[in-house]
């Protein structure tokens, strides 16, 4: 078993950055793919960004690439995602998540199985 913090969350105003942190306890996760997706007010969960064991291996989602930089740190069990000219548009919940079916990156949000509680990010116009 996998269990996934989020922290790092909070309100900022628009072209702010933020720096959101998943600490994984219970199994190390050096060797899973792990994600971040998020869900705003009234909307289904959208994939954000991936990365996979090694960390050359990430994907964005269009509307992220460029601003969103997504890291792990094998040695703290710990994935990051580094926020930068934030948008109002970015206003979600956002998830951290693992994959023990696969090593390399994926979107595919039927193969992650542990989940986060998730992190407030509130970006104000």
């Known amino acids: 078993q996998v269990q996934l913090v989020e922290s790092g969350g909070g309100l900022v105003q628009a072209g702010a950055s933020l720096r959101l942190s998943c600490a994984a306890s219970g199994r190390t996760v050096s060797r899973l793919a792990m994600g971040w997706f998020r869900q705003a007010p009234g909307k289904e969960r959208e994939f954000v960004s991936t990365i996979g064991w090694s960390a050359g291996n990430t994907f964005y989602a269009d509307s992220v690439r460029g601003r969103f930089t997504i890291s792990r740190d094998n040695a703290e069990n710990t994935v990051y995602l580094q926020m930068n000219s934030l948008k109002p548009e970015d206003t979600a919940v956002y998830y951290c998540?693992?994959?023990?079916?696969?090593?390399?990156?994926?979107?595919?949000?039927?193969?992650?199985?542990?989940w986060g509680q998730g992190t407030q990010v509130t970006v104000s116009s």
């Open positions: 998540s693992a994959s023990s079916k696969t090593t390399y990156y994926t979107t595919r949000t039927n193969l992650y199985d542990y």
